[in-house]
């Protein structure tokens, strides 16, 4: 029940498309839905995060979808580019003292130029 | 603003060796404290937490152990390393009334 299920494990798009990830989860109590990019050889970063009070949310060329009936939330990265290349992370948490997050098991992106 | 750092960022040990890697935050007072492994290819495995100074939580049992002498300190200790202690270290923060959490730019770790 504390899992994240994400999926594809890897994804191939050319550059101007718009690649989807999903991530699925059980837990209930989750309340904050945020996304992780990394690059090889460096820590993750923060891209963009959602609760659950609101269905969408967007920041660039980021999108958040979220689903709270079907307890399901989704990355669109809209317009990829060569750049946007890097291994994508969802993660969920129910706050708390600890703001312990889960995550994913991460999306391997290659945007081809 | 807030920096997180972490030493060393990359280290080759001998099976057996002892270890220690530390993470230290700037910019910021009493943050949770998090190390992650991330095995090659693959997602972030919570270690061990920390709310506070000496207060240390262990998620997985394993050849490693976590400490907080300070505030903004982390560290991360084994006594005898394994091979499969290999991996990518992440030290992460976050304010204890917020959700997002912060990463390193972490420390490659081969044990051969």
């Known amino acids: 029940q504390q899992q994240v299920k994400q999926s594809p494990q890897s994804l191939i798009v050319q550059k101007g498309g718009i690649p989807i990830i999903n991530c699925a989860y059980e837990?209930?109590?989750?309340?904050?839905f945020p996304w992780y990019q990394q690059f090889p050889g460096k820590g993750p970063a923060l891209l963009i995060a959602?609760?659950?009070?609101?269905s969408e949310k967007k920041e660039g060329r980021f999108t958040i979808s979220f689903n709270k009936s079907a307890k399901q939330f989704s990355l669109h990265i809209m317009d990829s580019q060569p750049g946007d290349s890097a291994t994508y992370f969802c993660?969920?948490?129910?706050?708390?003292?600890?703001?312990?997050?889960?995550f994913g098991t991460g999306t391997l992106l290659a945007v081809q130029p | 603003s807030q920096t997180i750092h972490q030493w060393p960022a990359t280290l080759v040990q001998p099976v057996g060796s002892p270890l220690s890697l530390e993470c230290t935050v700037e910019g910021t007072s009493n943050p949770n404290l998090y190390w992650y492994r991330q095995a090659a290819g693959r997602g972030l495995q919570l270690l061990f937490y920390?709310?506070?100074?000496?207060?240390i939580s262990s998620e997985v049992p394993q050849n490693l152990s976590a400490s907080r002498p300070q505030d903004r300190q982390f560290i991360l200790s084994s006594k005898k390393l394994l091979l499969s202690d290999s991996g990518f270290y992440l030290c992460a923060w976050a304010l204890g009334a917020t959700d997002t959490q912060y990463f390193g730019p972490g420390t490659r770790l081969t044990v051969l």
């Open positions: 920390s709310v506070g100074i000496g207060q």
């Open positions: 959602i609760r659950p009070d609101v």
């Open positions: 993660a969920a948490s129910s706050g708390g003292a600890t703001n312990k997050l889960i």
């Open positions: 837990n209930t109590a989750f309340d904050y």
